[in-house]
């Protein structure tokens, strides 16, 4: 449940988020931020819309045996029931009954014109839709809230018209209806003023819903939050359509650095940054580097009279400790930055580094080497706790080493595609060749590897590749690129992350897939040689 219920932090990621341009998100996906977002405390996270897609429909059914949520609720998304259905008989709202979902936030019109140009329907047939709507799932149990979709826009046409929207749903049993600035036109004064005229007229409690189109939501979600809301709607880093929605993260870092106000559980703001970026990481978009609070550059100096200031005291060009969202300070010129990342990444992995300062200096060094290469490691835990070992005992765990591959594509006659690999490895004091066939080259390379490996290590026979991700990241080498590759293993009891780095998406997939293996073998209890 959310840290009070007398204020929300209310996610849409998954829903609303996904609506960005080239931002495509798997059910596998989906679940794995959906955890990220637990994790970081937010009080709500809306899943989707059950029955109007198959791969929503696919995530609602398995997150009812999947997903187990420690701090948020789950919310179904939809709209009321059609004009002239009753909602009880409506198949696609029927779906919001039935997606298992504690909570579900039904979506409405709140814009005369749209009502009639867009639903086809009367003002009254829609107020109806929405009490009908609103009553029915009430009835069955579910908690509701209301979007009330273009309330600004509505509010300017027929300001009657949209109180009333507010006074039915609130009525109805809506626990809150969020006022949706869904063209994102507003500024932050008039919007305010707004909100706080639909306060004096309603005794209903308001949340806010924002879009960025004119670079305001941020700014127009703590307008709103100031003029009374309690609700507040957002995406992780901004995802959303056109400009995107309002960032959550910098409202959630707002609302507790600046106005003292906790919203998440005791202890999780620090985990912004950590999550902020893994979740970028699943959804393969780029995070800014520009980003409030938990961008790389957010608490980034250059030399000059910025360096000199800092080491006196880095309030002096800092607006927050960037501790406090779980970011860092960097000195873009020396080597200052890194230490309590490092420190608090690896206690959080359960390595303690016992605050051994040159092992952390190292520590430090050496990641700050790899990411200039292009690793990441904000969202590759186990490749980094590999890295922490090795630093420690001056050894990396080693199973086995690969000491040859060769992967072939051949198109035949026939249209058919064959790809095969070939890999030699040594393990337990013994060289081995095996091969593999697959439905690309890096399916076949790991098919081939744990085909020999297998014959040593019985147990790799449970692991498996859920998630295989590849970026190709700016061109360092004239024309060259970099190749960056993230892969998610299972063992059925957890999940982790390994990265691979080369101008060659193979290697980079061969040195992602041989640290997974290796931490697998790990956390099966197996002594590297």
């Not at 359509?241 to 703001?269: F, H, S, W, Y």
């Not at 970011?327 to 990444?345: C, F, H, P, Q, T």
């Not at 904000?378 to 000491?403: H, N, S, V």
């Not at 999940?495 to 061969?510: K, L």
Request: net charge negative.
């Amino acid at each position: 449940m959310p840290v009070s219920d007398a204020f929300h932090i209310y996610d849409t990621t998954l829903r609303d988020g996904a609506q960005q341009e080239g931002l495509n998100l798997s059910v596998h996906d989906k679940l794995v931020i959906a955890r990220h977002l637990d994790d970081l405390g937010v009080g709500f996270i809306e899943g989707g819309w059950p029955g109007a897609n198959p791969k929503d429909t696919e995530f609602f059914a398995r997150a009812r045996t999947e997903l187990k949520l420690k701090n948020a609720t789950f919310v179904a998304f939809g709209a009321t029931r059609r004009p002239g259905v009753k909602a009880a008989d409506d198949e696609l709202f029927g779906a919001l009954r039935d997606s298992g979902a504690p909570a579900v936030t039904v979506v409405a019109k709140a814009y005369d014109r749209h009502v009639d140009l867009a639903l086809r329907t009367t003002l009254d047939e829609n107020l109806a839709m929405i009490a009908d709507s609103i009553k029915h799932l009430r009835a069955e149990g579910q908690r509701v809230f209301l979007d009330a979709e273009h309330f600004f826009d509505g509010y300017r046409s027929n300001r009657a018209y949209a109180l009333e929207v507010v006074r039915v749903a609130a009525e109805a049993g809506a626990d809150v209806i969020a006022l949706c600035d869904t063209n994102g036109g507003m500024l932050p004064d008039e919007l305010s003023q707004v909100v706080h005229d639909v306060l004096g007229a309603s005794s209903a409690r308001l949340g806010i819903h924002c879009h960025n189109d004119t670079g305001c939501a941020v700014a127009n979600s703590m307008a709103a939050i100031a003029a009374g809301a309690t609700h507040v709607q957002g995406t992780l880093n901004g995802y959303g359509e056109r400009t995107g929605n309002a960032d959550l993260v910098t409202i959630i870092a707002n609302l507790q650095l600046k106005k003292n106000q906790q919203v998440l559980p005791d202890g999780l703001l620090p985990e912004a940054f950590r999550i902020a970026h893994a979740v970028a990481e699943v959804t393969n978009v780029a995070p800014s580097a520009r980003q409030p609070y938990v961008g790389v550059s957010a608490f980034a100096h250059k030399a000059g009279l910025h360096a000199s200031a800092i080491k006196v005291d880095p309030s002096l060009y800092q607006h927050e400790d960037p501790s406090s969202v779980g970011n860092d300070m960097r000195m873009l010129v020396s080597d200052m930055a890194g230490r309590a990342s490092v420190e608090l990444k690896s206690a959080e992995l359960g390595v303690d580094l016992g605050g051994d300062r040159a092992l952390i200096g190292r520590v430090v060094d050496r990641v700050k080497e790899m990411e200039s290469r292009g690793f990441t490691f904000e969202a590759a835990d186990a490749t980094f706790e590999l890295l922490l070992r090795e630093e420690m005992t001056g050894k990396r765990p080693c199973f086995f080493t690969i000491e040859h591959w060769l992967t072939t594509v051949e198109k035949s006659a026939d249209q058919s595609i064959t790809t095969k690999a070939e890999v030699t490895i040594t393990a337990q004091g013994k060289k081995i060749s095996c091969s593999g066939e697959g439905n690309g080259p890096v399916n076949a390379f790991d098919n081939a590897l744990r085909s020999g490996l297998k014959q040593f290590y019985p147990e790799l026979e449970i692991l498996e590749l859920t998630d295989y991700k590849v970026r190709i990241l700016e061109g360092r080498l004239g024309t060259g690129a970099v190749t960056r590759v993230l892969v998610e293993t299972s063992d059925g009891n957890g999940e982790w992350s390994t990265i691979g780095v080369h101008e060659n998406v193979i290697a980079a997939s061969a040195m992602a897939l041989e640290d997974a293996l290796t931490f697998g073998l790990i956390r099966q209890g197996r002594t590297s040689e």
